[in-house]
């Protein structure tokens, strides 16, 4: 098994160099920006000198339905700028009536299922970091960061917030756009003359995607290796001043049922402090942080074996989060953010808030081929259950190689600091945890390879014999076939206390083919077969899980969506499990079952006001059976808000002696804008699994740009009585000053 693992690391780096040298160069188009010769005021007219003269961006490529011919609906952008913003422009004609398709006034709205225009902008031209703006034609805003080239589903990072500007007029059969992007937002290299950026307009009352830089229709809107390039007329710049101080102030009351305890006076002050050591690199400084706004994780029904992962939302580790956080592969991650901040109660064996004292984090680039970050948080200790306060670093240096590859290296550290932990025992004192770890990037011109290998190391006071993680991946994807294969081998002692790593002492192959065809069809877009298989064997090269799928999608040209597959199961319990999990007798480790089961998925048209999507299996289970069923319902009025429901049951049926359990979960929200600026939230989601209600009320209002007043409730109930467990109301303003 390891000759077999090594002579397929060797196939993957000759397919994958063989990849880079046989890439076919992106078509580009260009477009010169100007210096504007005139005070550009956002009004939504684009009647300046400097708009007659500038030089349109137009002649979009369409991607959906088809992209094989230029877009029917007509959009034109144009580009200026001055000392402080990049001004964008554009007239995005329509010529269909009725109704613009949009979710909320609520700004940053989903990607799909609004009408809008995407600036994409790759200041770097490095084809692997960007960022997106987009706004829709009632001038609704929403910004994210792009990653590892934006071409696949987990490539974007929506959560990113920053400062812009912006003014949008609408029309009978046109709406107008005029957008300020500050330069002190972007991060660029003083003296740069060429940026890539692509435009993308999403016309669902033409049902179309289009984009000004062609796309293959089987990439993604963000795809930054189809960007086209944006030529200055002069070399730009750095911001004469670009710091930030965003204060934070918050009062409120918590009180713990459970406990007991008398009710809690919340009171907190903090900042964060952005300054912009040069225009491409950033320093972030954090005095007693606090996360009271962030929206509460969607509750899942947990019928896994291992833990289930929740990405992170705080604003704090977002911007160049990649850097840290990309590391390795889903599922082993040498540095999970989401670790810092919090505690586990050893007498309990429940996740505990920890309060963050401060933190410093340096990340940028220091041109194009070099990108370098450095993080330390310090967390508070835990007097009452004798965790001390721990010290959190992450070190990591990425170097482009070939076009848009790069090699990167990760340093971890969790390290107990003895002076403010006064209480805490000797032996947690003691307790430390490294990890180390070297990982290449593989990216081709034209984004039909991708894939990474990687070597990961941890070191501990008990590091054991096999302390290390290794995987790779390589993906080639045209328009018809998407080709895979990943392999992963972890030590049983590989200890990444400060990661996510959902299990240990096992070597994982998972390859996959799928085919797409695209018929000549006024009701289906694409459809086509996929295998995959994923199989498990521990160090002893026994397997322990095998899955085969056979999986068939179809997409519809209305928007609709659906695939189906059958699915071999086998597993091998390597401990006692019950596959219930509501504390019933469990399967003895060493067992092994044989199971086969359906899975589906079906997707509405999204572009309706009543939309829906559900996911599910049904079949064998362990040694019973289960039935699943779960998705979201959605009913827009538009553009005041959305009504939704995300559900989910599951009916597990087991032989006796063992526990047959049905496990609902409904969790209706409210999500209604009652301005551009002015929000409501609620969120109530019932869980009999652990058998809670939880009630999550968010009022915000935006007073100016990135600057905040929030109202948080949190309820939680026991869900058989409707009795009150803990309850709190927090009040916190933010304001954002540039210095």
């Known amino acids: 098994m390891n000759r077999l693992l090594r002579n397929l690391v060797l196939v993957l780096l000759s397919a994958g160099l063989t990849g880079i040298v046989r890439a076919v160069p992106v078509n580009l188009k260009s477009?010169?920006?100007?210096?504007?010769?005139?005070i550009i005021r956002l009004d939504g007219v684009l009647d300046e000198e400097s708009w007659?003269?500038?030089?349109?961006?137009?002649?979009?490529?369409?991607?959906?339905?088809?992209?094989?011919?230029?877009?029917?609906?007509?959009?034109?952008?144009?580009?200026?700028?001055?000392?402080?913003?990049?001004?964008?422009?554009?007239?995005?004609?329509?010529?269909?009536?009725?109704?613009?398709?949009?979710?909320?006034?609520?700004?940053?709205?989903?990607?799909?299922?609004?009408?809008?225009?995407?600036?994409?902008?790759?200041?770097f031209s490095d084809l692997s970091n960007g960022f997106l703006f987009g706004i829709t034609p009632y001038g609704v805003q929403r910004e994210s960061l792009i990653i590892n080239g934006g071409s696949g589903r987990h490539d974007e990072n929506v959560s990113w917030d920053n400062k812009w500007f912006s003014k949008v007029s609408r029309h009978k059969d046109h709406w107008v756009v005029e957008i300020a992007i500050p330069f002190k937002t972007l991060r660029y290299k003083e003296g740069i003359e060429t940026w890539r950026v692509n435009f993308v307009r999403i016309d669902y009352k033409q049902n179309e995607y289009s984009?000004?830089?062609?796309?293959?229709?089987?990439?993604?809107?963000?795809?930054?290796?189809?960007?086209?390039?944006?030529?200055?007329?002069?070399?730009?710049?750095?911001?004469?001043?670009?710091i930030s101080i965003i204060p934070y102030a918050k009062v409120g009351g918590a009180k713990n049922f459970e406990e007991g305890t008398a009710g809690k006076?919340?009171?907190?002050?903090?900042?964060?402090?952005?300054?912009?050591?040069?225009?491409?690199?950033?320093?972030?400084?954090?005095?007693n942080p606090d996360f009271s706004q962030v929206e509460v994780d969607q509750q899942v029904t947990d019928l896994d074996r291992f833990e289930i992962y929740y990405p992170e939302k705080r604003q704090f580790f977002l911007e160049n989060?990649?850097?840290?956080?990309?590391?390795?592969?889903?599922?082993?991650?040498?540095?999970?953010?989401?670790?810092?901040?919090?505690?586990?109660?050893?007498?309990?064996?429940?996740?505990?808030?920890?309060?963050?004292?401060?933190?410093?984090?340096?990340?940028?680039r220091i041109n194009k081929d070099w990108r370098i970050g450095a993080m330390t948080m310090q967390a508070a200790d835990e007097k009452e259950i004798g965790i001390p306060s721990i010290n959190y670093a992450v070190a990591a240096v990425q170097r482009r190689v070939f076009a848009r590859s790069n090699i990167a290296a990760i340093f971890v550290n969790k390290q107990p600091v003895e002076i403010l932990?006064?209480?805490?025992?000797?032996?947690?004192?003691?307790?430390?945890?490294?990890?180390?770890?070297?990982d290449f990037n593989l990216a081709s011109l034209d984004n039909r390879w991708t894939g990474k290998i990687f070597y990961h190391h941890s070191f501990g006071p008990d590091a054991g014999n096999s302390p290390f993680s290794h995987g790779a991946s390589i993906q080639y994807q045209d328009e018809h076939w998407d080709l895979r294969w990943s392999h992963s081998l972890v030590g049983e002692d590989y200890n990444a206390e400060v990661g996510y790593v959902r299990r240990t002492s096992f070597k994982r192959i998972t390859p996959e083919v799928g085919y797409d065809f695209y018929p000549n069809s006024r009701m289906i877009n694409?459809?086509?077969?996929?295998?995959?298989?994923?199989?498990?064997?521990?160090?002893?090269?026994?397997?322990?899980?095998?899955?085969?799928?056979?999986?068939?999608?179809?997409?519809?040209?209305?928007?609709?969506?659906?695939?189906?597959?059958?699915?071999?199961?086998?597993?091998?319990?390597?401990?006692?499990f019950d596959p219930s999990r509501i504390d019933g007798p469990e399967l003895p480790a060493g067992s092994d079952y044989h199971n086969y089961y359906f899975r589906y998925f079906v997707r509405s048209d999204i572009r309706k006001p009543l939309s829906f999507d559900a996911r599910g299996r049904m079949g064998e289970y362990y040694n019973g059976t289960r039935f699943e069923i779960e998705g979201d319902a959605n009913y827009r009025f538009r553009p005041f808000g959305v009504v939704s429901l995300n559900f989910s049951y599951n009916r597990v049926h087991l032989p006796d002696p063992y526990h047959d359990a049905d496990l609902y979960l409904i969790g209706p929200k409210f999500d209604i804008t009652f301005t551009k600026t002015l929000y409501f939230a609620m969120l109530i989601q019932y869980n009999n699994q652990i058998n809670n209600v939880n009630?999550?009320?968010?009022?915000?209002?935006?007073y100016q740009p990135a600057s905040d007043i929030y109202i948080v409730y949190t309820d939680n109930y026991f869900g058989d009585v409707f009795k009150s467990k803990s309850r709190a109301l927090v009040f916190k303003i933010t304001y954002w000053l540039n210095v």
């Open 52 to 123: 007659l003269l500038a030089e349109p961006a137009a002649d979009f490529f369409q991607r959906f339905p088809a992209d094989t011919s230029i877009a029917l609906t007509h959009t034109e952008v144009k580009l200026t700028y001055d000392q402080d913003f990049l001004y964008v422009g554009a007239i995005c004609y329509d010529d269909v009536d009725g109704d613009y398709v949009v979710s909320s006034l609520r700004r940053d709205f989903e990607g799909s299922g609004n009408d809008a225009l995407n600036i994409i902008i790759d200041p």
């Open 321 to 364: 989060g990649d850097l840290f956080a990309d590391f390795g592969s889903r599922s082993l991650r040498p540095f999970f953010s989401r670790r810092i901040g919090i505690a586990r109660d050893t007498n309990t064996g429940q996740n505990i808030e920890n309060p963050i004292y401060f933190g410093a984090r340096l990340s940028g």
């Open 265 to 287: 006076f919340i009171r907190g002050l903090g900042t964060d402090v952005k300054i912009g050591l040069t225009s491409s690199l950033n320093l972030d400084l954090t005095v």
């Open 31 to 38: 477009v010169t920006i100007k210096k504007a010769n005139s």
């Open 421 to 438: 932990s006064p209480e805490a025992d000797s032996a947690e004192l003691r307790s430390w945890n490294r990890v180390a770890g070297l």
């Open 211 to 242: 984009n000004w830089n062609w796309i293959p229709r089987n990439f993604s809107m963000t795809s930054l290796a189809h960007t086209g390039q944006l030529q200055w007329d002069q070399p730009l710049n750095q911001p004469i001043s670009n």
């Open 695 to 702: 009630v999550n009320a968010r009022f915000q209002w935006r």
């Open 526 to 576: 694409r459809h086509g077969p996929s295998l995959e298989y994923e199989g498990y064997w521990d160090m002893g090269n026994r397997k322990t899980d095998e899955t085969w799928g056979l999986r068939y999608m179809l997409r519809f040209n209305n928007q609709m969506f659906a695939y189906v597959s059958g699915n071999k199961e086998y597993i091998l319990l390597t401990d006692d």
